[in-house]
């Protein structure tokens, strides 16, 4: 089954520098999502990219979706210790824009 | 705001006893999901509903059954807990709009 893989694995950084998070998949998509989860806790929905669209905005989130390599980024600007959590990638079939399948996630540190 | 809610936070069961997680979500959504999450292995889905009494198979559904009798309760069902069902459990909602709303999750551990 498809599947979004996310690079890197990990990722640590200093407050105020930007993060960059990718995630690639292997077959065609309706839309990918994006969520956030702090340790321990359940999943947040940061921002849903359709697959007719290339770059989304969300506050200090940007997100490029490249349908041709099948991939797509996650930028974090200007990045906060708050914002220290796993990232996840979340693609949909054709067949169903309901089930989404999930990366592994990247684990992003960012240091005071 | 959407709330998803999950019955336990914690959750310690013996080998082979039968054990119920329950989710209920307050917004009115046709969809649940059930998911483990496990180190190294992201999200896997193990059940969804589309509907009341509707349910499909995800990628790993061996040892779960699902119920979902009212539209806001999905409930997974480990009819006989084995060690290898030790997980982070995770349900979800969602309506028309694709994004899905997590509750915060039941640590199960089977000993």
């Known amino acids: ?112 | 705001d959407v709330k998803v809610t999950q019955s336990s936070r914690y959750l310690v069961k013996r080998t082979g006893e039968k054990v119920f997680l329950e989710c209920v979500q307050d917004m009115d959504h046709e969809n649940m999901f059930w998911y483990r999450q496990d180190p190294g292995l992201g999200l896997r889905l193990i059940y969804f509903s589309y509907d009341v009494k509707m349910k499909e198979k995800g990628d790993i559904p061996e040892g779960y059954s699902v119920s979902r009798e009212k539209k806001e309760r999905f409930s997974l069902i480990l009819e006989s807990a084995s060690t290898n069902q030790t997980s982070m459990y995770l349900c979800a909602s969602s309506g028309s709009a694709y994004e899905q709303y997590f509750g915060p999750g039941t640590r199960l551990t089977v000993t």
């Open chain 1, 1 to 112: 089954s498809q599947q979004g893989e996310e690079d890197p694995q990990a990722l640590s950084i200093q407050e105020g520098e930007n993060a960059t998070m990718n995630c690639s998949y292997k077959t065609s998509i309706n839309n990918l999502q994006w969520y956030r989860q702090n340790s321990g806790r359940g999943l947040v929905h940061l921002i849903l990219i359709r697959s007719n669209e290339r770059e989304k905005h969300s506050g200090r989130l940007r997100v490029t979706l490249d349908t041709s390599k099948k991939s797509s980024s996650l930028l974090i600007t200007a990045s906060r210790a708050a914002d220290t959590a796993s990232y996840f990638c979340a693609t949909d079939g054709v067949d169903s824009s309901y089930k989404l399948i999930f990366g592994s996630g990247t684990r992003l540190l960012v240091r005071p």
